[in-house]
């Protein structure tokens, strides 16, 4: 731990993600889940996915939606950025040419995380397309992540406030209670909105935004119900 922060290096492969981590980053660890095969996930790595920086990599949208901090180092030194200002282009990412990725850096979760991916198939398959979200209710914030659905892997702000603006509203963050189907249909459709995807092999660009806009509206119901169990237990 750094400053409330877990420091993983960029070796740590999915297979200990899952094991030793899936408690405090339940997100990432889902993501995990998916990625490859056993054989895959024993060797494969976050900082590998990251380094390819490709828009369908299954940890950046729970990265992205948990506000993690990317460590790159070279002989001139470390630096810090955050994962959000991480990916530059397809497959490009802001690392200098000297530069390695050393670790990544993400809080522990405070809250209820969801991970949801479509494929052609249930393994061995890069994405159509996924999305991440990450409820804190320390910081009343809503984290989001989509990927395969854009250039590069990127939130959905309008639908983090939009979201957060009808908890806040209706004070639900200290007495839970459902959300309503509407509100929940606009959080998708928001979330849908931000994406800018491509028709390819894989799916259209159509099928993409549905898709998006359905597990939008389902993971962030599930990861609210968790929140209103743990609120009540």
Same mark, same amino acid.
């Given at each position: 731990? *750094? ?16 094991? @030793? ?12 889940? /998916? ?102 209710? *320390? ?12 250039? /590069?892997?990127?939130?959905?702000? @309008? ?29 998708? *459709? ?35 119900? @968790? ?7």
């Amino acid at each position: 731990m *750094e400053d409330g922060l877990l420091r993983i290096g960029a070796g740590v492969t999915y297979a200990r993600i899952i094991s @030793e981590l899936g408690d405090r980053l339940p997100g990432l660890a889902m993501a995990s889940r /998916t990625v490859g095969s056993p054989q895959i996930r024993n060797r494969g790595t976050v900082g590998g996915n990251l380094g390819s920086a490709s828009p369908a990599g299954d940890a950046h949208p729970p990265l992205l939606a948990s506000d993690a901090i990317v460590e790159l180092a070279s002989v001139a030194g470390s630096r810090r950025l955050p994962v959000r200002e991480f990916f530059i282009g397809p497959k490009r990412n802001a690392m200098r040419k000297d530069e390695l990725i050393a670790a990544f850096l993400v809080a522990p979760a405070k809250g209820p995380q969801q991970f949801c991916k479509v494929g052609t198939r249930n393994a061995m398959v890069i994405a159509v397309c996924s999305f991440a979200v990450a409820v804190d209710p *320390e910081r009343r914030h809503i984290g989001t992540g989509i990927g395969s659905a854009a250039p /590069t892997p990127v939130i959905a702000s @309008e639908a983090e406030a939009f979201m957060k603006g009808v908890l806040d509203e209706r004070g639900m963050w200290e007495q839970p209670a459902a959300i309503d189907t509407k509100a929940l249909a606009q959080f998708g *459709e928001l979330v849908a909105a931000a994406a800018n995807p491509i028709d390819d092999v894989r799916g259209t660009a159509a099928y993409r935004r549905h898709a998006l806009s359905v597990m939008a509206r389902r993971s962030f119901g599930w990861a609210w119900d @968790e929140y209103r169990m743990r609120a009540s237990a």
